[in-house]
């Protein structure tokens, strides 16, 4: 594998996940387990290795508790390619244009735009230095060589010009490099098919067979230079990712992301109770059961076209999840419930899980928030106490209104902390607020227990 990062082992992945996810030990064991499995079918020699199944998982459990971030932070952490897709997008009615394989492809744009984003990097120093060159030849033009060929003038007198052009030069090198020159204004030819932010559009499905448009139009037209006046420090950007863009080997790096899709890429189905059969849904079952055969292929392996070329899909790990509130896992057509061999149920979050979330994950809602004020010097203190009030609270509308999980603790912290975040920085309190069950209690309780009231806030 390309990846130099080395191979996570399970207890690697767990301890990892454990830093954003509280809870779900089973959940995190069995993607760690799949995600390991993976690599090790693919260490696996000779005609063995095929008959290896891969190992998808299902994911069950209520809306809110972690399925989606789990299998978001396994991808990022995998260094991998992800792609998440709502399984019922694809039973739309008059949902045309884009079917299932879309999936792939999307999984194929996103990989090549990470290796692509890697590429860029590895030559960023070099393009730098490129278009530090480029922009010295702006402001001091070279002396040409053809003028002096043609000049009859003395030896010692072109040395002498050149040289005094070299000495500016380095003269003037020296200042673009301490940032003197940062703001002087500078006229340069860009060439005008930008390397990001445009997009040509092709005619409606051609881009789902797999034909790339936009080359093929870029191919076409001829790349214009367009005169741009920036500033030098804009100037050294817009020239540096041209450089960058001519020192990158797209092909290469376009066969480097496919191998990645291939041998790591993970998509997770969300919602795939919506594709099941039974209950009494609306739609017609026939396109859910559709969706379900569309499926089978893709999971099972198979070659997709896309732009970028073909890619199979035999390693690709699939993570489907779903509530499954009405049907069951047993309700999906029995060739893809053979597709995903591994089922795991995530736990409904207690109060106790809540502290945790608001307090320990790297990323915890308290920490954003606390982030957010110290950038207006205003320092955000929880006490303990608060912390269990936003919990119990939260648990509390969880049960009395709607379950949705952790994502409750969203909506009551904006709630909580609406005031504050108004106020901040024209009407500080003072440089320090302290938030405690006190405080949490007169900002909610009344929300609380107006049943109606917190239906729509809360
Ligand atoms: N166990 C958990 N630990 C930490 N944070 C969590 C946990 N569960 C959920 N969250 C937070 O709640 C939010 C929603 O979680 P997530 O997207 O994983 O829900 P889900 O289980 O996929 O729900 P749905 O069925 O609606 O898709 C995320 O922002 C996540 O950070
Ligand atoms: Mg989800």
Redesign the pocket.
Known sequence: MSLNKKEFTPTDIVNELNK?????TEAKRAVAIALRNRWRRQQVKGVLKDEIMPNNIILI??????????ARRLAKLANAPFVKVEASKFTEVGYVGRDVESMIRDLTDYAVNMVKMEKTEQVQAKALALAEEKILDILIPPVKKAQVQNNVSPEEETNNESFQNQKTREWMKAKLKNGELNDKMIEFDASSQNAIGMQVLGPFGLDDMGINFQEIMGNLMPKKKKKRKTTVSEARQIIAQEEAQKLIDMEAVQREAIERVENSGIVVI?EIDKVAGGGKGQGPDVSREGVQRDLLPIVEGTNVNTKYGVVRTDHVLFIA???FHVSKPSDLIPELQGRFPIRVE?KS?TES?FVQ?LTA?QNALLKQYSALLETEGVTLEFTKDGIKEIARIATEVNSQVENI???RL?TILTSLLDEILFDVPDKIPSDKVKINAKVVKEKLDSIVKDRDLSKYIL
């Open positions: 954003y996810i509280i809870g779900q459990g209520p809306t809110g508790v972690g399925k989606t971030e789990i969300d999840s779903g509530a995530l979050l899980d979330i994950p999980g952790a994502r969203h």
